[in-house]
Each structure stands twice: as structure tokens, then as C-alpha cells.
Nanobody, 127 residues
Framework: QVQVVESGGGLVQAGGSQRLSCTAS????????LGWFRQTPGMEREGVAC????????RYADSVMGRFTISRDNAKKTLYLQMNSLKPGDTAIYYC????????????????????WGQGTQVTVSS
């Protein structure tokens, strides 16, 4: 049974930093592509960032480019999202997801390409 669990959310002031973590069990961690997504009520889910199996290939949404960094530690079976220069507009529930389909030469920021999802962690940025 695959389990994906996010951690690290909370309240942070605008301009501050926060790091999210995600662990995935029940699958071969270094055989999957991983992504971070976020959603706020009434808005479509946004693919924030993705990373391929080795970490050599990453993609970012324009809204977070230069501020967020996605990375992974396959030995620890953990995915990270380092978020810097946070803005109130970054407030959302952040989800981690895994896919076997887009794992190797590239990665996907489309949620429909992902098979396994965590429950999400709330990030709130105060102004």
C-alpha cells in the first residue's frame, strides 16, 4: 500500500522561508517522479514544481520560479520544497504526489499524470 505524507506546513510571515517535506512508502522511491501541487478554495490546483527520479531534471511554475526549490534525497526517501521570499499569494494547501509514468527523462506538473497523493499540508503566509 502506497502512502504519501507531507509535513512542514504552518504559519509564516511574508518574506520568510519554509521547507516542506514528503515521504513516500510502499513504492520504489527512486523509480518515481515527484511533484508539489497547491490549491486554494475556489481555485484550480496548480503544479508548483516537479522533479525526475535522479533530481537532475526539475520544472517550476512561473509563479514560484526563483523563490522555490524542489529537491529529493533518495537514500532518505524524502522529497523537499524549499520556499523562500514567501508571499500571501502562496497561501494554500500543498500536496505531494508521485508518478511512475513521468520519472526518468523529464517530469510533469500536471496533476492528472500522478497516481499517488498525500493528504496535504497547510501553508499560510501572513502579510
Amino acid at each position: 500500500q502506497v502512502q504519501v505524507v507531507e509535513s512542514g506546513g504552518g504559519l509564516v510571515q511574508a518574506g520568510g522561508s519554509q521547507r516542506l517535506s514528503c515521504t513516500a512508502s510502499g513504492l520504489t522511491f527512486d523509480n518515481v517522479g515527484l511533484g508539489w501541487f497547491r490549491q486554494t478554495p475556489g481555485m484550480e490546483r496548480e503544479g508548483v514544481a516537479c522533479i525526475n527520479w535522479s533530481g537532475a531534471y526539475t520544472r517550476y511554475a512561473d509563479s514560484v520560479m526563483g523563490r522555490f526549490t524542489i529537491s529529493r534525497d533518495n537514500a532518505k526517501k524524502t522529497l523537499y520544497l524549499q520556499m523562500n521570499s514567501l508571499k500571501p499569494g502562496d497561501t494554500a494547501i500543498y500536496y505531494c504526489a508521485a508518478t511512475r509514468a513521468h520519472a526518468y527523462a523529464s517530469c510533469s506538473r500536471s496533476g492528472t499524470d500522478y497516481n499517488y497523493w498525500g493528504q496535504g499540508t497547510q501553508v499560510t503566509v501572513s502579510s
